[in-house]
């Protein structure tokens, strides 16, 4: 997946917001909380964040390519970095980028989940 398709993708997301940090990192956003980040690449491969469940952290964690995201995963958070071959194909990047962002908009307040129309209920 290039820079560009995963901008495009995460776009793609509801009520998402983007901002560059960290270093040039393409941050993104639901309701003011990190769900994805794209930066750096090591050969062909660019270094893609997102947060996991419990039960995809422990299987993605030890899988080639991918580990738990410095820093975040440091401090007990369930994040994982996908950073190397053979890694996630883009259909399993796009999976995981979007459960992501599920996992972050369930967790924002009831009232903020209502103003940004995520859940109308």
Avoid at 34 to 45: E, L, M, P, S
Wanted: charged share 20%; net charge positive.
């Amino acid at each position: 997946m290039t820079r560009d398709e995963f901008n495009d993708f995460c776009r793609s997301l509801p009520m998402t917001t983007h901002v560059v940090q960290w270093g040039g990192a393409d941050v993104w956003k639901v309701g003011g909380k990190v769900f994805a980040i794209a930066g750096w690449t090591k050969g062909n491969t660019m270094g893609i964040t997102f947060k996991t469940s419990d039960i995809a952290y422990e299987v993605l964690r030890t899988q080639p390519g991918l580990r738990p995201a410095p820093y975040l995963a440091s401090r007990g958070m369930k994040w994982i970095q996908h950073y190397d071959t053979p890694g996630l194909d883009d259909a399993g990047l796009r999976d995981h980028v979007q459960t992501s962002h599920r996992i972050v908009a369930q967790g924002l307040t009831k009232k903020m989940q209502r103003e940004l129309g995520l859940y109308p209920n």
